[in-house]
C-alpha cells in the first residue's frame, strides 16, 4: 500500500513532524493555527493520513469541511501547505510516484476545507 511505501507508521509521523515545521516557519499560513490545539491536528493528520493511504487506522477526527469552518482558507493557503508537505516528502526521499499519488489522495478535500 501507499502507508507502507510511505514509511508506514514511522514515516507518516516523520511526515506530519516535518509538515508542523514547515508551518510553523511559514507566515503566509502560520497565522491560521494560532489558537490551535497543535498536539490534536498532530494526531488527527496522522490518523488521517494512515487511514487514507491503506494504513491500519480509522480517521476520528471532524470532517473536513467542520474543522476548517471560519478559517477563510484560501487557494493559497492552500497551495502553501502543499508546497511544504512536497518540500518534507523530498526530504524523506519519497518517490515522486507516492508523492503525487498522496497529492491525488488531499486534492479532492480542497472544496471542503476552503472558503468556509
Ligand atoms: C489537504 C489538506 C489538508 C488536510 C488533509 C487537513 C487536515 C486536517 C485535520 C485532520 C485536522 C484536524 C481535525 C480535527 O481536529 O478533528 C485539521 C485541522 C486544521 N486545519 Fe487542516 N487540513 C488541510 C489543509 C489545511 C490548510 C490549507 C490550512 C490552512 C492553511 C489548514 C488549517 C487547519 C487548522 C487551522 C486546523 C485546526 C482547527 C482547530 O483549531 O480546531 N488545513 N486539518
Known amino acids: 500500500s501507499l502507508y507502507q511505501r510511505l514509511g508506514a507508521e514511522q514515516g507518516i509521523n516523520a511526515i506530519v513532524d516535518g509538515l508542523l515545521y ?30 487514507l493511504t491503506g494504513g491500519p487506522c480509522q480517521y476520528s477526527g471532524s470532517t473536513m469541511q467542520e474543522s476548517h469552518t471560519g478559517f477563510n482558507i484560501t487557494l493559497a493557503d492552500y497551495d502553501a501547505l502543499v508546497e511544504g508537505l512536497i518540500k518534507v516528502m523530498q526530504r524523506q526521499q519519497i518517490s515522486l510516484a507516492d508523492q503525487n499519488a498522496l497529492l491525488a489522495l488531499l486534492a479532492p478535500m480542497y472544496k471542503d476545507i476552503s472558503y468556509r
Do not use: K, T
Open 22 to 51: 514547515q508551518i510553523e516557519h511559514d507566515e503566509r499560513i502560520v497565522h491560521h493555527f494560532a489558537d490551535s490545539d497543535i498536539g490534536r491536528f498532530r494526531a488527527m493528520l496522522a490518523e488521517q493520513l494512515c487511514d
